[in-house]
């Protein structure tokens, strides 16, 4: 049994993402380090990847940066054990099927395990394909994350019935970024996965704002951010782990 449940216990949850090893993995570990002391109530690490299908611009030049300064695989290990010295709230990997499959999905989700990773979310990976790591992820006490996109209509009961962990609620159509207006109908989609589960639902995609935080806090159980925050990152590099906490902290306060 994951951690992962425990991230939504205290009211509403807020979710930062962030691209391992941009611009190095240092800054990363001291970004990590000050989202949790500001109230995240769990953590994204992203584990790069060379074609990462689902990201819009700010983020896959996240990725080309950290690719491009020799992040890899096992440092991004490495740096998580050392977080898990003293950090102790919930925190899943996001990547691409790809990038599990060519390390060992075995050999992948055991050293989750031993480094205190709760969850994987994969992107890429469609819903009916899910066995070739479920079985796995169970195996090794880490909770394969599903997502629901509003092209899911069909499928949200059966998803919902089978998830783990949290489901992560994509709020609109295309690659991640921020968006001026969010015009899906959550609240529906909220709704229909409420009725196949109380697994907690946490809505990103598009976030960048206090107000947009707080207006999806109050449809899901919490709120997902990745652009905004890669982009204070990119903006200060090495010095941005002072901002992104300012940052945390400000979105925490909107959605309690």
């Not at 190095?24 to 994204?44: F, S």
């Not at 300064?69 to 490495?78: E, L, M, Q, W």
């Amino acid at each position: 049994m994951s951690k992962i449940k425990s991230a939504f216990e205290n009211g509403k949850a807020f979710i930062p993402f962030i691209t391992c090893g941009d611009p190095d993995l240092e800054t990363t570990e001291k970004v990590v380090r000050a989202a949790a002391e500001n109230g995240a109530d769990l953590i994204e690490l992203g584990i790069p990847f060379s074609d990462p299908t689902a990201e819009g611009p700010v983020i896959q030049g996240a990725n080309m940066r950290a690719l491009a300064n020799g992040t890899t695989t096992d440092k991004i290990f490495d740096m998580v054990k050392n977080i898990r010295r003293d950090i102790n709230i919930p925190m899943v990997f996001m990547t691409y099927a790809n990038v599990v499959f060519s390390y060992g999905a075995e050999r992948f989700i055991s050293i989750c395990n031993q480094i205190g990773i709760d969850g994987l979310i994969l992107p890429d990976l469609p819903f009916e394909e899910k066995d070739e790591f479920l079985p796995i992820c169970r195996k090794y006490d880490v909770d394969l994350i599903s997502l629901i996109a509003p092209t899911s209509a069909g499928r949200i009961e059966m998803i919902s019935r089978e998830a783990e962990g949290f489901i992560y609620i994509v709020s609109s159509l295309g690659v991640t970024g921020t968006r001026s207006e969010i015009s899906t109908d959550l609240e529906t989609l909220v709704s229909m996965v409420r009725q196949n589960t109380d697994v907690p639902c946490a809505i990103g995609f598009g976030i960048s704002t206090p107000e947009q935080a707080k207006k999806m806090a109050g449809i899901a159980d919490g709120a997902i951010v990745g652009s905004a925050v890669v982009k204070i990152i990119e903006e200060y590099g090495r010095a941005s782990a002072k901002h992104v906490g300012e940052f945390v902290k400000s979105m925490k306060q909107a959605i309690s």
